[in-house]
């Protein structure tokens, strides 16, 4: 069983629309949640972190986390042909301290 | 602040010879980890180091070890190496304190 699932897309928006990128994962005891963006042929970058309940935004990114259903999605606002990449979702679960990363999923944002 | 450095950027090594990553975290971040990412596999945790002790080790063979310098640099081996260990070797770092983690440029090895 993955501890961390996403959709692997690819998930296709057109420019100026809003992404919805979306990621659950397996153990209730989970702490922390991070969104990476990478680039093909580039290393992961770090776009969010969430720890509690609820929405956090950041400019056009907003995350969102559901503990009790054991998801967390990131929104892209207004989206750019620069946010084409892949997304990347990491959860650290906290008894153990490793860090579990989903396959990713694929975003093209068509102008 | 210099992000994360990893050395060398490109490899190329024949199956069965042994080879060693590097990497330099961001000053004053104390926590090293390393990852392999493939197409098939995804980005695989491989192991964190922390104030010069492994913390945590991931799911791979003892062909893979590492270590942390007193100057939280660190570096990864691979010995006896097989066609399936081509990919991506990434190392991030963080503070140890924060959960947030920041990721090198990474290096891309490959196997003949």
């Known amino acids: 069983q993955k501890e961390v699932e996403q959709n692997s897309g690819p998930l296709s928006v057109p420019e100026g629309a809003i992404a919805s990128l979306n990621c659950t994962y397996s153990?209730?005891?989970?702490?922390?949640f991070f969104w990476y963006r990478q680039y093909s042929g580039k290393s992961p970058e770090l776009i969010m972190s969430?720890?509690?309940?609820g929405d956090k935004e950041d400019g056009r990114f907003t995350a969102q986390l559901n503990k009790a259903s054991q998801y967390v999605s990131l929104l892209i606002r207004d989206s750019q042909p620069s946010d084409s990449a892949t997304y990347l979702c990491a959860v650290n679960y906290g008894h153990f301290n490793k860090f579990y990363f989903g396959s990713g999923t694929k975003l093209n944002v068509k102008p | 602040k210099a992000g994360v450095t990893q050395t060398p950027r490109y490899l190329i090594k024949t199956r069965g010879q042994q080879v060693t990553l590097s990497c330099s975290p961001i000053?004053?971040?104390?926590?090293v980890s390393w990852y392999q990412q493939t197409p098939g596999q995804g980005l695989q945790f491989l192991f964190e180091?922390?104030?010069?002790?492994?913390?945590n080790k991931g799911n791979f063979p003892g062909r893979f070890s590492g270590r942390q310098f007193s100057n939280s640099r660190s570096e990864m081996n691979v010995s006896t190496l097989e066609l399936g260990d081509s990919a991506l070797y990434l190392c991030?770092?963080?503070?140890?304190?924060?959960?947030?983690?920041?990721f090198g440029p990474g290096t891309r090895l490959t196997v003949t």
């Open positions: 153990d209730r005891v989970s702490q922390s």
């Open positions: 991030a770092s963080r503070p140890g304190t924060a959960y947030e983690q920041y």
């Open positions: 969430i720890y509690s309940n």
């Open positions: 000053s004053g971040h104390r926590s």
């Open positions: 180091y922390f104030s010069e002790t492994q913390r």
